[in-house]
């Protein structure tokens, strides 16, 4: 019998992240939700706080990034995330790094400020802007392309798509009106998303 997977984590882009990649490769796990404000299990785990973590067997891994290349690795007769050539997979490198930089940045100056309690009308324009940059050029990108890399979705959509799905279903910031490309591709993306 095959080793349980196991991911605990709540409801960030991170933890959207891991559920579609599994949910994409079609890899059964259990999603264990713990209280934001509780990290005793992350802790105990690992030796820090961060979400997701994932167990699987003696393996135990805290990073999405990190998560997401174990299942690539571990599962190879499953939909690859990082399949290609090397061009293709500095391609998605690329999105990746620029997911944790500048889509991630507006996201987190508005979180920040909501756990800490105090407001920064200046500091949430920024992020509107930024944020507004941020889908002009996935629009542009997805305009004429049904995946950020390549014809088939791999780890820079699946690193992407959550973030402007969680600035959406969180009510984060205020996105542009004209995301039609964006929305869609979305959409796909986190139909693999069965852990909510």
């Known amino acids: 019998m095959a080793e349980p997977l196991i991911v605990y984590g709540f ?9 579609v990649g599994l949910g994409y490769k079609g890899i059964p796990y259990e999603f264990r939700t713990i209280e934001p404000s509780d990290r005793t299990e992350p802790m105990r785990l690992t030796g ?11 393996v135990v891994l805290f990073d999405s990034a990190a998560i997401l290349r174990y299942l690539d690795a571990n599962f190879p007769d499953t939909p690859q995330l990082y399949g290609g050539g090397y061009e293709t997979l500095r391609e998605i490198e690329s999105w990746e790094g620029w997911a944790r930089t500048e889509m991630a940045a507006p996201l987190l100056t508005v979180v920040r400020q909501r756990i800490s309690g105090v407001e920064d009308p200046a500091a949430r324009e920024e992020a509107i802007g930024q944020m507004s940059s941020v889908c002009a050029r996935l629009e542009s990108r997805l305009a004429d392309h049904e995946w950020l890399v390549g014809d088939q979705m791999t780890a820079a959509d699946v690193t992407c798509a959550p973030v402007i799905h969680r600035v ?24 693999y998303d069965s852990g909510s």
Do not use: C, Y
């Open 11 to 19: 409801e960030t882009s991170n933890n959207f992240k891991v559920r």
């Open 48 to 58: 820090q706080p961060m979400t997701p973590v994932m167990v699987h067997g003696d």
């Open 168 to 191: 959406r279903v969180a009510d984060i910031l205020p996105l542009p009106a004209a995301l039609e490309h964006t929305l869609a591709w979305t959409a796909r993306v986190m139909q």
